[in-house]
Antibody, heavy 119, light 106 residues
Framework: QVQLQESGPGLVKPSQTLSLTCTVSGGSISTTGYHWTWIRQHPGKGLEWIGNIYYTGSTYYKPSLKSRIIISVDTSKNQFSLKLRSVTAADTAVYYC???????????WGQGATVTVSS | DIQMTQSPSSLSASVGDRVTITCQASQDINNYLNWYQQKPGKAPKLLIYDASNLEPGVPSRFSGSGSGTDFTFTINSLQPEDIATYHCQQYDNFPLFGPGTTVHVK
């Protein structure tokens, strides 16, 4: 079955760029109908949708984060990635990648990657 | 922007109890609401989609109802493995999660 796995640095300095990659296994990232998503969870808080990408490269971002994020896809590697620039301590969170099917149901999730923003 | 409220923020119940969680949207979202279960240190798991549809493989003691602005999530006969935080999520303009309800064993 389809599985997702996040990877990337666990520590990022303030003002730098957070970069994470999600590797999709057990299925193709190019399967029609699925969008590939980043969601984060601040410590002890609820979940926050960041944005998603379709295999064609079409993206949809949370408006309040749009100016700082880029989500990209590499179909040859079956991966998609998140870049969040100009990070602050407020970006410290567990970052999840997830598969979004129609009507925004997130049905498969990665295990999560903890990212701390600190000097 | 749509606001989501969820209540209660936490609850304690005994094994076998019926547990009910409510989620309210600040405006009509039709039935565009999903429910997730998140156990400590784990990723969320989709339980209910489109307000009332049970995700395949999810036990039938979980159910959802509602439409418009008011939604309910129910666990019939709480089991020890149901101890978790439950999140509602709407998808009107963009996905937005509720603050979560943590279910404890009494």
């Amino acid at each position: 079955q389809v599985q997702l796995q996040e990877s990337g640095p666990g520590l990022v300095k303030p003002s730098q760029t957070l970069s994470l990659t999600c590797t999709v296994s057990g299925g193709s990232i190019s399967t029609t109908g699925y969008h590939w998503t980043w969601i984060r969870q601040h410590p002890g808080k609820g979940l926050e949708w960041i944005g998603n990408i379709y295999y064609t490269g079409s993206t949809y971002y949370k408006p309040s984060l749009k100016s700082r994020i880029i989500i990209s896809v590499d179909t040859s590697k079956n991966q998609f990635s998140l870049k969040l620039r100009s990070v602050t301590a407020a970006d410290t969170a567990v970052y999840y990648c997830a598969r979004r099917r129609q009507l925004f149901a997130f049905d498969i999730w990665g295990q999560g990657a903890t990212v701390t923003v600190s000097s | 922007d749509i606001q989501m409220t969820q209540s209660p923020s936490s609850l304690s119940a005994s094994v076998g109890d019926r547990v009910t969680i409510t989620c309210q949207a600040s405006q009509d979202i039709n039935n565009y609401l999903n429910w997730y279960q998140q156990k400590p240190g784990k990723a969320p798991k989709l339980l209910i989609y489109d307000a009332s549809n049970l995700e395949p493989g999810v036990p039938s003691r979980f159910s959802g109802s509602g439409s418009g602005t008011d939604f309910t999530f129910t666990i019939n006969s709480l089991q020890p493995e149901d101890i978790a935080t439950y999140h509602c999520q709407q998808y009107d303009n963009f996905p937005l999660f509720g603050p979560g309800t943590t279910v404890h064993v009494k």
